[in-house]
């Protein structure tokens, strides 16, 4: 009877230890069937990733997240960089469109999809629902689930491609610092022409990466290369050495160490002498001294400073040199003692005749000009004797801007009323009466309109009724 049952019982414990086998071995093949599913689903996976790769990455680089994350820009074994300081201090333009936010219009930090389809802002949609929209923003569509996933997938790729572009800014940044560093130490120890290729060179730096400009201020570059400007300086140099200034933001200290007397004549004659790049960037110094608390006046107080900023606004050849005399001699005009001094090197004139020439915002600031000389006696005096002030101005009324219009009224005023007879002939026939009334008529400033009707009336009295009436006609159908 035992025997029998330590028979059965060792039959028993048999078939349980092949049971458990059985089970161990179904585990295995169903581990490895996942395991198989898993890899196929990866591969296929990888093979759908270039559609993303292809829409969001440029430059020759592709999106990779296992490379990402290897190389540590996913948290592998670096410290995280922040998503939202990369978007602040990155400023790109050439964001990708899958990774901007159509609420927002910027970069999604927080990418959730709704049951649509469509990704979003986590925020940006959270707050269109609690407007009580129950709508897909982009699609209008009703929604059958107001519920938000995590979109994390986007979010590694958005993640990825900014911190690609952070770290690559970060460490030319940290190559430009190095190479301004070297920069400013070679030239404390050179001359000649290894300077002036020094000087070139970071010029070219500070110009390209704004990040240089503070590291020059920091490590006493302003001070170093001002001191490179005197009256020994070549213009080879100080053309380079002003270039390099223009770039920089300059304190009250560096501005006043600049208008030593020897400084300022070596930029004004390279204003008259130098290259049309070197005029540009003395006009654009000059400028930035202007706008210390330390300027002296007597310092624009020069006839050859003027003479050369005139013959930069006559020289059609290079707008943009036209642009920057023009912009400083507007600057130097706003002192009363220098107004005769232009006035005297036949500024008004010259300015007149260039009139015709010159685009919107040059007009603006030469019909500024004129405007200011003409409150002297001499400037009135030079805008009746030139032929070609009542012409010139007057087909610029309503043709540019409201503020055109009321230097060009203020200039013709003040000719008409230094001779009424003389100038209205000359003016109704160039159509100034049809152009007063198109400013009576339009919506601009009441001031302008009472002072078009003014000067009408002027304009009307040496003529009957009837001609002047057929004049206005004339013109207006002329222009």
């Given at each position: 009877m035992y025997e029998g049952l330590q028979g059965a019982g060792v039959v028993a414990v048999f078939a349980s230890v092949q049971a458990c086998e059985r089970e161990r071995r179904a585990r295995q093949s169903n581990k490895k069937r996942r395991e198989e599913k898993k890899k196929r689903w990866l591969l296929s996976s990888k093979r759908r990733l270039p559609a993303w790769r292809g829409v969001v990455e440029g430059g020759g680089h592709a999106l990779d997240l296992d490379l990402s994350a290897k190389d540590g820009i996913l948290g592998g074994g670096v410290e995280k960089l922040d998503l939202k300081k990369m978007i602040e201090e990155l400023d790109l333009c050439d964001v990708p469109s899958v990774f901007i936010c159509p609420i927002s219009l910027e970069p999604m930090q927080d990418p959730v999809t709704l049951c649509t389809g469509q990704t979003y802002e986590r925020s940006n949609i959270l707050k269109w629902f609690s407007l009580g929209h129950l709508t897909c923003p982009t699609t209008m569509q009703e929604l059958w689930d107001v519920s938000v996933t995590p979109n994390k997938t986007l979010y590694h790729l958005i993640y990825s491609w900014f911190s690609q572009r952070y770290l690559q800014m970060k460490k030319r940044s940290e190559d430009v610092h190095g190479r301004v560093i070297e920069l400013l130490d070679t030239l404390k120890n050179v001359k000649g022409q290894a300077r002036i290729q020094a000087l070139k060179e970071l010029q070219q730096v500070v110009s390209a990466h704004p990040s240089a400009k503070k590291t020059v201020a920091d490590h006493g570059g302003v001070a170093l290369i001002s001191s490179l400007l005197g009256p020994f300086t070549s213009h080879a140099v100080g053309s380079e050495a002003i270039g390099i200034l223009v770039n920089l933001n300059l304190d009250s200290e560096s501005k006043k160490n600049l208008m030593q007397p020897a400084k300022i004549s070596l930029v004004v004659d390279m204003l008259n002498e130098g290259t049309i790049d070197t005029k540009i960037n003395c006009t654009r110094l000059i400028e930035l001294l202007m706008d210390g608390k330390d300027f002296r006046s007597e310092i624009v107080e020069s006839l050859s400073l003027l003479a050369g900023l005139l013959r930069l606004v006559k020289d059609k050849r290079y707008p943009n040199g036209i642009s920057a005399g023009l912009s400083l001699l507007r600057t130097v005009c706003s002192y009363k003692q220098v107004r005769?001094?232009?006035?005297?090197?036949?500024?008004?004139?010259?300015?007149?005749?260039?009139?015709?020439?010159?685009?919107?915002?040059?007009?603006?600031?030469?019909?500024?000009?004129?405007?200011?000389?003409?409150?002297?006696?001499?400037?009135?005096?030079?805008?009746?004797?030139?032929?070609?002030?009542?012409?010139?101005?007057?087909?610029?009324?309503?043709?540019?801007?409201?503020?055109?219009?009321?230097?060009?009224?203020?200039?013709?005023?003040?000719?008409?009323?230094?001779?009424?007879?003389?100038?209205?002939?000359?003016?109704?026939?160039?159509?100034?009466?049809?152009?007063?009334?198109?400013?009576?008529?339009?919506?601009?400033?009441?001031?302008?309109?009472?002072?078009?009707?003014?000067?009408?009336?002027?304009?009307?009295?040496?003529?009957?009724?009837?001609?002047?009436?057929?004049?206005?006609?004339?013109?207006?159908?002329?222009?």
């Amino acid at each position: 009877m035992y025997e029998g049952l330590q028979g059965a019982g060792v039959v028993a414990v048999f078939a349980s230890v092949q049971a458990c086998e059985r089970e161990r071995r179904a585990r295995q093949s169903n581990k490895k069937r996942r395991e198989e599913k898993k890899k196929r689903w990866l591969l296929s996976s990888k093979r759908r990733l270039p559609a993303w790769r292809g829409v969001v990455e440029g430059g020759g680089h592709a999106l990779d997240l296992d490379l990402s994350a290897k190389d540590g820009i996913l948290g592998g074994g670096v410290e995280k960089l922040d998503l939202k300081k990369m978007i602040e201090e990155l400023d790109l333009c050439d964001v990708p469109s899958v990774f901007i936010c159509p609420i927002s219009l910027e970069p999604m930090q927080d990418p959730v999809t709704l049951c649509t389809g469509q990704t979003y802002e986590r925020s940006n949609i959270l707050k269109w629902f609690s407007l009580g929209h129950l709508t897909c923003p982009t699609t209008m569509q009703e929604l059958w689930d107001v519920s938000v996933t995590p979109n994390k997938t986007l979010y590694h790729l958005i993640y990825s491609w900014f911190s690609q572009r952070y770290l690559q800014m970060k460490k030319r940044s940290e190559d430009v610092h190095g190479r301004v560093i070297e920069l400013l130490d070679t030239l404390k120890n050179v001359k000649g022409q290894a300077r002036i290729q020094a000087l070139k060179e970071l010029q070219q730096v500070v110009s390209a990466h704004p990040s240089a400009k503070k590291t020059v201020a920091d490590h006493g570059g302003v001070a170093l290369i001002s001191s490179l400007l005197g009256p020994f300086t070549s213009h080879a140099v100080g053309s380079e050495a002003i270039g390099i200034l223009v770039n920089l933001n300059l304190d009250s200290e560096s501005k006043k160490n600049l208008m030593q007397p020897a400084k300022i004549s070596l930029v004004v004659d390279m204003l008259n002498e130098g290259t049309i790049d070197t005029k540009i960037n003395c006009t654009r110094l000059i400028e930035l001294l202007m706008d210390g608390k330390d300027f002296r006046s007597e310092i624009v107080e020069s006839l050859s400073l003027l003479a050369g900023l005139l013959r930069l606004v006559k020289d059609k050849r290079y707008p943009n040199g036209i642009s920057a005399g023009l912009s400083l001699l507007r600057t130097v005009c706003s002192y009363k003692q220098v107004r005769n001094l232009v006035v005297s090197i036949g500024a008004v004139s010259q300015l007149v005749e260039l009139l015709p020439s010159l685009n919107s915002d040059c007009l603006e600031s030469a019909l500024f000009i004129l405007d200011i000389l003409s409150t002297l006696p001499e400037g009135r005096a030079a805008l009746k004797d030139s032929p070609y002030t009542i012409p010139n101005v007057v087909r610029l009324l309503m043709r540019v801007s409201e503020s055109c219009t009321q230097y060009a009224l203020s200039i013709l005023w003040a000719v008409y009323k230094l001779a009424p007879e003389e100038c209205a002939s000359i003016a109704v026939e160039a159509g100034l009466a049809a152009k007063l009334l198109l400013v009576i008529q339009s919506g601009c400033n009441p001031v302008l309109k009472q002072r078009s009707a003014e000067l009408l009336k002027l304009c009307s009295l040496n003529y009957t009724a009837t001609i002047f009436i057929s004049k206005c006609k004339l013109t207006s159908t002329i222009q």
